[in-house]
Structures are given as structure tokens and as C-alpha cells.
């Protein structure tokens, strides 16, 4: 039994799995708390942690059915993600470890995502396209969540990208989610924004952002207003388009058949259409994870934690958060303590 906490971003997540079963999760979100801003503040969602973090791991226990002397190991996000964000779970973490003598077993953020697939029974090989607000890369997972980045973005993000359109669309927080609603009732084909390096193997949506501004520059605000889902419609489709033609090009560079999408970005309902049909008309398996698995959630911490080493107490006390993937490979690992157990 793994007791998982996640903190990275702006959700507050506690979740209790035990192999590839999901027990318990627990996500309390701060969209509401954030909207004012049209986007995360992290002092802001730092103090929400720090208000939320121990009702959400109760609940978690609580839902699960277990006392803490059923746990086996605490696990927790390490980064990457907002700092002052990251070390609230970490801590709390620690503590709860700590008291108990248990193990502790850091997990990347990027590992949590890849093995959100794992709950649905996916088998490595395979190729996981991981897209979200901060990371779009495609990933060939080995074994457990070691994986290889096969291609990455050369710019923004995918979700950053979804985001950034919404607000340019007049659209509310969080935006990713309020476009795809929008574009559900629009025209695809209204607008043909450019799809960013068709040859290169990596991704690149900064263009494309810009090409929605401009755009929208153009058009009296009487005729936005008139075809706004319409255009929100086709700035999808130009992402959905980029991700699926890349995705099973690298699929085909890699020689595998079996496909994996996760992030916040495989909620997306354009994407997850698109993916679908491309890899029945290609005889491909795909693996969709359930919405709730696809946003910031510390079910998708546990199912990493299972495939990775735990730091024996008191060896974990001295562990530091990380913000990116190159403050990750700078880190020192923790230093060897005295074993006194705790009273």
C-alpha cells in the first residue's frame, strides 16, 4: 500500500494504490481560486497546499478504508513544477514517512503522467505522447516509467498553447478546457491556420499562436463575436493535427505499435477523436486514460512509485524539491543519516 501526494501545480491530490489498483484519490482543484488571475499565481497556490494538503491525505486514507500502519511507503511528486508548490507536498510527505519510519520514493512529474496508463493494464514497449500546460514530448517507454524522449516541443507547449488561445478568444479559466467546449461547436475548416515544421520530427506552436492573433487582428469584433466557435474549431484542429501526424510518425520511426497519450492535453475531446480513429485506420492500439487521470493527480504518482527505488528513513530527510528537468540532473542526492528511529 503506497500513500501518494501530489502538489506540483495548482491541485491538491492524495491518492492510496497498491500495484496497478487505484484505491483512493482525492484532487481538490483551485481553478475558481485562480480565475480571477487568468492563470496560476504560485504564492498563491503554495498557501492553498499548505491550507489543503492534510484534509486531502485524510480523505485519501479515508476512502481507501486503511489505518497508517497499513502503508508500506509514502510517495510524493519531487518535480518538476512550482517550487514553493512542490515543496508543500514534500514535506508533508517527509512528515508522514518520518513519524512512521517508512520508506519514501520521489517521483517525477513526467513518470506520473506515463504511468497513468498503467491503471489500464498498458504493456511496455510502447510510445506515450505526454502533453500538458509545461511539457510536450514524445516518450518510448522501456520498462516501468524509464523512457527515452524520442521528440520534444522546440517552443511552447501544446497546453500552453490551448491556454494562451483561449485567452486571445476572450475565453474563460482554465482555458484548455473552455476551448474545447467551444470548438466542439464549430467549423474546423473555417480558418486554415499553419501546421508548424510538417518534416522535423519535433513539435512548435509559438507560430501558431501568433498566426490566432493575427487573425484575430483582422476581423471586426462584430464578426469574432459571430464565428468565434468556428475559429477556436480550427486553432484546435491545427494543434490535434500536429500531435496525431507526429505521434505516428514516431511510432512508425520506433517500430511500435502500441501508443499511449498523457497530461492535462489527453483530455482534450478534438485529440482523443482524432487519436482514436488515426490508430484504428493504422491498426495501432492506443490507451486513453480516464479524465481523472489525465490532469495533476497523485493516483498517477502511486502507479509511478511502484516501478521506482524508495529511500529507506532517515536517508530521505535532507531530499530537495525540484522546479525543472535541469535543476533535476544538478540535484545532490540525500546524504545517509543516523537509523535512531523516531519516538
Not at 492563470?39 to 486531502?56: D, M, Q, Y
Not at 502503508?71 to 507536498?89: D, H, K, N, S
Not at 514524445?138 to 522546440?154: I, N
Not at 517552443?155 to 473552455?178: N, Q, S, V
Request: net charge negative; glycine share 10%; with cysteine.
Amino acid at each position: 500500500m503506497i500513500l501518494a501526494v501530489e502538489t506540483s501545480c495548482d491541485d491538491t491530490s492524495a491518492a492510496v494504490v497498491c500495484g496497478r489498483e487505484v484505491l483512493s484519490s482525492v484532487v481538490s482543484s483551485q481553478d475558481t481560486l485562480h480565475a480571477e488571475f487568468g492563470g496560476v499565481v504560485p504564492e498563491v497556490a503554495s498557501r492553498r497546499h499548505a491550507e489543503l494538503v492534510n484534509v486531502v491525505v485524510a480523505e485519501a486514507m479515508g476512502r481507501a478504508g486503511l489505518a497508517w500502519e497499513d502503508l508500506a511507503a509514502v510517495a510524493v511528486t519531487q518535480g518538476p513544477g512550482l517550487i514553493g508548490a512542490l515543496l508543500v507536498g514534500l514535506a508533508t510527505a517527509k512528515s508522514i514517512a518520518c513519524r512512521r519510519a517508512l520508506p519514501l520514493i520521489p517521483v517525477d512529474h513526467l513518470q506520473g503522467h506515463i504511468a497513468a496508463n498503467y491503471a489500464l493494464g498498458v504493456q511496455p514497449p510502447f510510445l506515450c505522447l505526454v502533453a500538458s500546460g509545461g511539457h510536450t514530448l514524445l516518450a518510448t517507454v522501456e520498462e516501468g516509467v524509464r523512457y527515452r524522449v524520442v521528440a520534444k516541443t522546440m517552443d511552447d507547449a501544446a497546453g500552453e498553447a490551448f491556454d494562451k488561445g483561449a485567452r486571445l478568444l476572450g475565453l474563460g479559466y482554465p482555458g484548455g478546457r473552455e476551448l474545447d467546449e467551444l470548438a466542439a461547436r464549430g467549423d474546423p475548416g473555417f480558418v486554415r491556420f499553419p501546421r508548424a515544421v510538417p518534416r522535423g520530427r519535433g513539435f512548435s506552436f509559438s507560430g501558431l499562436k501568433t498566426a490566432l492573433l493575427y487573425d484575430l487582428r483582422e476581423r471586426e469584433p462584430a464578426e469574432v463575436e459571430v464565428h468565434r466557435a468556428d475559429i477556436a474549431a480550427s486553432y484546435q484542429a491545427a494543434i490535434v493535427d500536429q500531435l496525431v501526424e507526429k505521434t505516428l510518425a514516431g511510432a512508425a520511426r520506433e517500430g511500435l505499435r502500441s501508443l499511449a497519450v498523457a497530461g492535462g492535453v489527453a483530455a482534450n475531446s478534438g485529440l482523443r477523436r482524432a487519436l482514436t480513429e488515426a490508430c484504428e485506420a493504422q491498426g495501432l492500439r492506443l490507451s486513453l486514460p480516464p479524465l481523472s487521470l489525465c490532469t495533476d493527480n497523485a493516483a498517477m504518482i502511486g502507479l509511478a512509485a511502484v516501478h521506482l527505488p524508495a529511500l529507506p528513513w532517515p536517508d530521505y530527510l535532507d531530499l530537495d524539491a525540484f522546479a525543472s528537468d535541469a535543476e533535476a540532473k544538478a540535484a545532490r542526492p540525500p546524504r545517509k543519516r543516523a537509523t535512531r528511529r523516531p519516538s
